[in-house]
T-cell receptor
């Protein structure tokens, strides 16, 4: 199956700092999705990207669909304690509508 | 709307036992999938369905069966539980083309001893 490399694996930051994470693939993707998982819950969709170069914001979150269609980035500005969780990238490629997920970035925010 | 409902939330099985993890959605979504989540491994696709009566294997299907007799329900069956199946299982559903992202249930935490 498709491989998504998500980095970093974990981040420990101070409240108020900005956060950046990314996801790369050796294959072209048609759609990039970013999810957040709170402890003990299922992932929740944050942002969906549908075309190369697209830049989309959701509050303090901004995500971009890379020009090469092989990567995507998620930025969180002015982090707060409730940003804690695991962030997953996911993508669909070829004719499949079933997303492949990255291994996640675990974010811890210190007050 | 309840969204995606998974039951049970927690389960402990003995090796060799069988059980069914239930998943139901009330959003009339065509696509449904089962994922397992293990530490450091992300979400791995077990089985998926693109509509009632249609199922297919994902990345890690061995030891699991599924069926999709209705649009709403997509149960996952463990035929003979093994310790390697200890994991958190998530069911998810989506509208037709899945471009809108999946809606996930809250998960079933399964321990096989």
């Amino acid at each position: 199956g498709q491989q998504l490399n998500q980095s970093p694996q974990s981040m420990f930051i101070q409240e108020g700092e900005d956060v950046s994470m990314n996801c790369t693939s050796s294959s072209i993707f048609n759609t990039w999705l970013w999810y957040k998982q709170d402890p003990g819950e299922g992932p929740v969709l944050l942002i969906a990207l549908y075309k190369a170069g697209e830049l989309t914001s959701n509050g303090r979150l901004t995500a971009q669909f890379g020009i090469t269609r092989k990567d995507s980035f998620l930025n969180i500005s002015a982090s707060i304690p409730s940003d804690v969780g695991i962030y997953f990238c996911a993508g669909t490629s070829g004719g499949s509508y079933i997303p492949t997920f990255g291994r996640g970035t675990s974010l811890i925010v210190h007050p | 709307n309840a969204g995606v409902t998974q039951t049970p939330k927690f389960q402990v099985l003995k090796t060799g036992q069988s059980m069914t993890l239930q998943c139901a959605q009330d959003m009339n979504h065509e696509y449904m999938s089962w994922y397992r989540q293990d530490p450091g491994m992300g979400l791995r696709l077990i089985h998926y369905s693109v509509g009632a009566g249609i199922t297919d294997q994902g990345e890690v299907p061995n030891g699991y069966n599924v069926s999709r007799s209705t649009t709403e329900d997509f149960p996952l069956r463990l035929l003979s539980a093994a310790p390697s199946q200890t994991s958190v299982y998530f069911c998810a559903s989506s509208r037709g083309q899945a471009l809108y992202g999946y809606t996930f249930g809250s998960g079933t935490r399964l321990t096989v001893v």
